[in-house]
């Protein structure tokens, strides 16, 4: 069998030959990813119109954005989002309103397991028209406004969810926690279940005790069944 030829000075190894990732173009195309992300939850208020009275149904699923959560629960990013929305146009701007199915996953904050759950939220907003009588007479964090002809829902979303969201949620109501001194669920653990606690300032005569006791039993188990004293007087 005729032996491969060897490689010649300077030739580039296959993996040499092939074009490295371009960091630019990789960022480019992450940010059309995030960009058409965001453009999903973005609705075209043109086929809705202006009349007062239009309405229209809103039934999709998409998926969740970052930062939908709180330090222990919260929306995985991309995670599946249902939302079952009316959008009505008012004299105002338009009504918003409907229930979003959303999941959740996070830690229990009493025996840390795993926690996942699915919230059904109720929602309701009015978003502004610009120069309508509402925007003109609230606050700018009192009111969601309409930015030209679309209307972006998923800061609704956002702020319903983080607002519903436990602070320490729980894997079950009566979650017991877990056992302080070996770290183990007490839920898993033997009602009684319980650790002798010593107090530190007796630690070490206790320790003396139990090196005497040890030293005592050893001293019975070596001792000769049936043996007796060597002074008993002979008859």
Same mark, same amino acid.
């Given at each position: 069998?005729?032996?491969?030829? *060897?490689?010649?000075?300077? %030739? ?16 480019? %195309?992450?940010?059309? %990813?995030?960009? *058409? ?5 973005? #609705?075209?208020?043109? !086929?809705?119109?202006?009349?007062? /009275? ?54 229990? $904050?009493?025996?840390? &397991?795993?926690?996942?759950?699915? @919230?059904?939220?109720? #929602?309701? !907003? ?9 925007? =003109? ?10 930015? /030209?002809?679309?209307?972006?829902? $998923? ?18 109501? &009566? ?11 007490? &839920?898993?653990?033997? $009602? ?9 300032? @007796?630690?070490?005569?206790? *320790?003396? @005790? %139990?090196?005497?006791? &040890? ?7 070596? =001792? ?12």
């Amino acid at each position: 069998m005729s032996a491969s030829p *060897a490689p010649s000075p300077g %030739a580039a190894s296959t993996d040499a030959q092939r074009p490295a990732a371009d960091p630019a173009t990789r960022s480019v %195309a992450e940010k059309a %990813a995030e960009k *058409a992300a965001a453009k999903a939850w973005t #609705v075209d208020l043109r !086929e809705l119109g202006r009349r007062a /009275g239009t309405m229209r149904e809103w039934d999709k699923t998409l998926p969740a954005r970052p930062g939908w959560g709180v330090e222990m629960i919260g929306v995985p990013e991309g995670a599946p989002v249902h939302l079952h929305l009316r959008l009505e146009s008012v004299m105002e701007g338009v009504l918003v309103s409907g229930t979003v199915d959303v999941p959740v996953t996070g830690q229990c $904050a009493r025996c840390l &397991d795993p926690v996942e759950d699915t @919230f059904e939220l109720d #929602v309701q !907003e009015l978003y502004a028209y610009e120069g309508s009588t509402t925007e =003109a007479t609230s606050g700018e964090d009192e009111v969601r406004r309409i930015e /030209g002809d679309t209307l972006d829902l $998923a800061p609704l979303v956002r702020d319903t969810v983080v607002l519903t969201l436990p602070l320490s949620p729980t894997c079950t109501p &009566d979650c017991a926690g877990l056992c302080v001194d070996c770290g183990e669920r007490l &839920d898993d653990l033997p $009602a009684d279940h319980s650790h002798e606690v010593i107090d530190p300032r @007796f630690a070490g005569l206790a *320790a003396r @005790f %139990a090196d005497l006791n &040890d030293s005592t039993a050893n001293d019975a188990d070596g =001792a000769q069944p049936g043996s007796g004293s060597t002074d008993t007087e002979e008859n």
